[in-house]
């Protein structure tokens, strides 16, 4: 089955990390991969970690990027315009319950439309 991935993209890899860990208490098939912090691991945000996040998470069902402030939606979009990956999007809700959301959706083998479309429903528009 090809689960709809996610990637989690904070300014703070413990952050992302924690994230990851609770959702992954209930969810186990659905790929989630974290894009938290800078190459060093320091506070900020990169778009070659977001990219190959991306990349890493892409199983065949698109991709959901979740995000928390300022300079992580920018790279972000950097990322998406520098990767091959069809179906990705960055979505506008808050990192923990969106990513949350979406990782419930995809573990129930919705496609990548459903996944989106829920997550939407519950948060509004994804970032344009």
């Known amino acids: 089955m ?3 991935g996610l990637v989690l993209i904070s300014h703070s890899p413990k952050i992302a990390e924690g994230i990851y860990d609770m959702i992954r208490q209930v969810i186990h098939d659905v ?18 970690k977001i990219q190959a996040a991306i990349e890493r998470a892409d199983h065949g069902n698109g991709v959901l990027l979740f995000y928390d402030i300022g300079s ?7 990322a998406i315009e520098l990767t091959g990956v069809e179906n990705v999007r960055l979505m506008e809700a808050p990192i923990m319950e969106g990513a949350y959301l979406g990782a ?25």
């Open 2 to 4: 090809a689960y709809t």
């Open 72 to 78: 992580a939606k920018m790279n972000a979009e950097l």
């Open 104 to 128: 419930v959706e995809s573990g129930m083998g919705k496609e990548f439309a459903d996944v989106y479309s829920a997550v939407v429903k519950k948060y509004g528009e994804e970032v344009k």
């Open 31 to 48: 790929p989630i991969e974290l894009a938290g912090g800078t190459e060093d691991n320091e506070i900020g945000t990169n778009p070659g």
